[in-house]
Each structure stands twice: as structure tokens, then as C-alpha cells.
């Protein structure tokens, strides 16, 4: 089955750091990248969409120059969150559409910490 | 635009006991719904979906859900808990803005008790 591969896990940084996630869909080509912000025991937030070779599609309220994302290729999307503050600390969650409107894989997140 | 409310953020069953979360959705068109499972610190995997055809849905570790227009609700069910079925479930809506992005409910968390 479709496989979707997000890296780091877990990561810790300090404060005014950058930290990039990357998601890769192992076997497939994924059209749509979609990236999620998990908050503890809440449901999955939209940040953006992002397709191939487009500029990332930003949800309102959504800092575009804080989450950079790029999805320069058909099998990888990054997220990168600059200048992190502990704010920004959380649960990241990427998922990947491969076409047509039913198949959607999810990465297995990664657990940001900013101290 | 299309959303899920699940109804009861915590279910407790005994393990044994039929498991029903409830989700319903809300769409001025047909709707593509979803129900998936997270494990603590994981990502989500699919129990079942629903797009067209057949209103009863078979998914995977015996789970089933029904998709009922006239009541606008896919409530998930499993006739017999298993203590691994402690998880958070999780219902979504397919919507067309945002690239076709799922939008998720609150969640339920289910917690299966011996």
C-alpha cells in the first residue's frame, strides 16, 4: 500500500532556531501535500496544501513566512519552521493525495519541542 | 463548507462491549467521509471511507460504519472491543476547498476497560 515517510520523529530545538520535516511518499507520486498541526488531545488542524511545483496554499491565520513549505518534487514536501518559539511546539503531521479525491496517506509525525 | 462533529470527546466500553462513536457531517453536497485511528505520538490510519454506492462500509479491525443522508451521520461501530481498540478516532469530511483537504472532527478518545 501507499507509503508516507516523515522525518524526524521528534526533534528539540532552542528558541530562533530553524527546524525542517520532511515527508516523502515512498511509492507513489503524490500530486498534493497536506500539512497538519496537532495540539495535544485536540483534533488536526490544516496549514497548507501544497502541490508540486506550486507555491504552498496557506490556511488563515497561518504565519506563510514562519511555516516555509516546499514541494519541490512529486515524492517530497518540507515544512520548515523558522525562527521557532516555544509556540510553536506541537505535533506535525503531513499527508499525501496521489489523485482523485479518496486516497489520502499520513506521514507518522513529528513531535516538535522548542526550548 | 463541509464539516464533522463527533459527538463525546471520551467513550468508555468494556472489552467485549459494542463500540459506537458517533459523527455527523455537514454538506450542502455528497460527502466523502472518513474514519481514521491515532495511536499516542503516531499518525492516522484509515479504518474505512465512504464515497459512493453501498451506505455500509466495512473497514479494517472489524470496524463498520453507515452513512445515513437522513440523518447526516456516519457513526462508527465494532460489535466487540478489543483492549487494542484504545486509541483516538477521528471522523473527516473530504472538502473541496484547501485542495481537497480533509477536515477532521474533535475526535473520541476510546478508552476499553477489562
Known amino acids: 500500500g501507499a507509503v508516507v515517510s516523515q522525518h524526524p520523529s521528534w526533534v528539540i530545538c532552542k528558541s530562533g532556531t530553524s527546524v525542517k520535516i520532511e515527508c516523502r511518499s515512498l511509492?507513489?507520486?503524490?500530486?498534493?501535500m497536506f500539512w497538519y498541526r496537532q495540539f495535544p488531545k485536540q483534533s488536526l488542524m490544516l496549514m497548507a496544501t501544497?502541490?508540486?511545483?506550486?507555491?504552498?496554499?496557506?490556511e488563515q491565520g497561518v504565519e506563510k513566512d514562519k511555516f516555509l513549505i516546499n514541494h519541490a518534487s512529486l515524492t517530497l514536501s518540507t515544512l520548515t519552521v523558522t525562527s521557532a518559539h516555544p509556540e510553536d511546539s506541537s505535533f506535525y503531521i503531513c499527508?499525501?493525495?496521489?489523485?482523485?479525491?479518496?486516497?489520502?496517506?499520513f506521514g507518522s509525525g513529528t513531535r516538535l519541542t522548542v526550548v | 463548507a463541509q464539516s464533522v462533529t463527533q459527538l463525546g470527546s471520551h467513550v468508555s466500553v468494556s472489552e467485549g462491549a459494542l463500540v459506537l462513536l458517533r459523527c455527523n457531517y455537514s454538506?450542502?453536497?455528497?460527502?466523502?467521509l472518513f474514519w481514521y485511528v491515532q495511536y499516542p505520538n503516531q499518525g492516522l490510519q484509515l479504518l474505512l471511507k465512504?464515497?459512493?454506492?453501498?451506505?455500509l462500509v466495512k473497514g479494517i479491525n472489524g470496524f463498520e460504519a453507515e452513512f445515513k443522508k437522513s440523518e447526516t451521520s456516519f457513526h462508527l461501530t465494532k460489535p466487540s472491543a478489543h483492549m487494542s481498540d484504545a486509541a483516538e478516532y477521528f471522523c473527516?469530511?473530504?472538502?473541496?476547498?484547501?485542495?481537497?483537504?480533509?477536515?477532521f472532527g474533535k475526535g473520541t478518545s476510546l478508552l476499553v476497560t477489562p
Open positions: 465512504y464515497t459512493t454506492g453501498a451506505t
Open positions: 454538506s450542502s453536497v455528497p460527502p466523502y
Open positions: 501544497s502541490n508540486e511545483g506550486s507555491k504552498a496554499t496557506y
Open positions: 473527516a469530511v473530504q472538502y473541496g476547498g484547501s485542495g481537497y483537504a480533509l477536515n
Open positions: 511509492d507513489f507520486q503524490a500530486t498534493t
Open positions: 499527508s499525501a493525495r496521489a489523485g482523485g479525491h479518496y486516497g489520502y496517506t
